[in-house]
């Protein structure tokens, strides 16, 4: 059974580039089973589809996002990252690092979710 | 991109009650739909997959049911640890989008 562990810095300033990690445990980074996947709840408001990638490198992120979302794979650490750029207080929220399904669709699995506040 | 509407938004109820969510998507995404639970603090999980697949492990008493714009999430006997969020999600095409949620309450 796959795991997934968020990490990263839990307070970002405003203007910078807020990084998070997810460590892959219990199954293959490189499966063709799934796109490693980052959704995110700000607080009191529902869940915000990021974008996925594939461990080949196809990758669809959310257009309200796009301009601003880099989703990086690293198979040899068994990682893969999320970097948001230029980010205000808008993208304070917990941040999941998850699988995408290909055959059905669905999130599969998911982290215990990170908070990240963008504060100075 | 597809809009997810769900109903109630919240909602208090009993142990033992029979509780259904709604979730109409804004065109048709077939059978492409999920339902999520959520509670704070833990890893969100995966109730149904494919409109009415129940995922292994998850409880009889969760069902799912419809196709096409219109589905239901039902909880046959709610039980305690059934208080939490739920979410639908569509997976016929990108932006993947959610519901706004339904939170279940105890009366």
């Known amino acids: 059974q796959l795991q997934l562990q968020e990490s990263g810095p839990g307070l970002v300033k405003p203007s910078e580039t807020l990084t998070l990690t997810c460590s892959v445990s219990g199954g293959s980074i490189s499966s063709n089973l799934y796109y490693w996947t980052w959704i995110r709840q700000p607080p009191g408001k529902g869940l915000e589809w990021i974008g996925n990638?594939?461990?080949?490198?196809?990758?669809y992120s959310n257009p309200s996002l796009k301009s601003r979302v880099t989703i990086s794979v690293d198979t040899s650490k068994k990682q893969f990252s999320l970097k948001l750029s230029s980010v205000t207080a808008a993208d304070t929220a917990v941040y999941y690092c998850?699988?995408?399904?290909?055959?059905?669709?669905?999130?599969?699995?998911w982290g215990q979710g990170a908070l990240v506040t963008v504060s100075s | 991109d597809i809009q997810m509407t769900q109903s109630p938004s919240s909602l208090s109820a009993s142990v033992g009650d029979r509780v259904t969510i709604t979730c109409r998507a804004s065109q048709g995404v077939s059978s492409w739909l999920a339902w999520y639970q959520l509670k704070p603090g833990r890893a969100p999980k995966l109730l149904i997959s494919l409109a009415s697949r129940l995922q292994g492990g998850v409880p009889s008493r969760f069902s799912g049911s419809g196709s096409g714009t219109d589905f239901t999430l039902t909880i046959s006997s709610l039980q305690p640890e059934d208080f939490a969020t739920y979410y639908c999600q569509q997976a016929e095409s990108f932006p993947l989008t959610f519901g706004g949620g339904t939170k279940v309450e105890i009366k």
């Open positions: 990638m594939f461990y080949s490198g196809d990758t």
């Open positions: 998850a699988t995408w399904a290909t055959s059905t669709g669905t999130i599969e699995y």
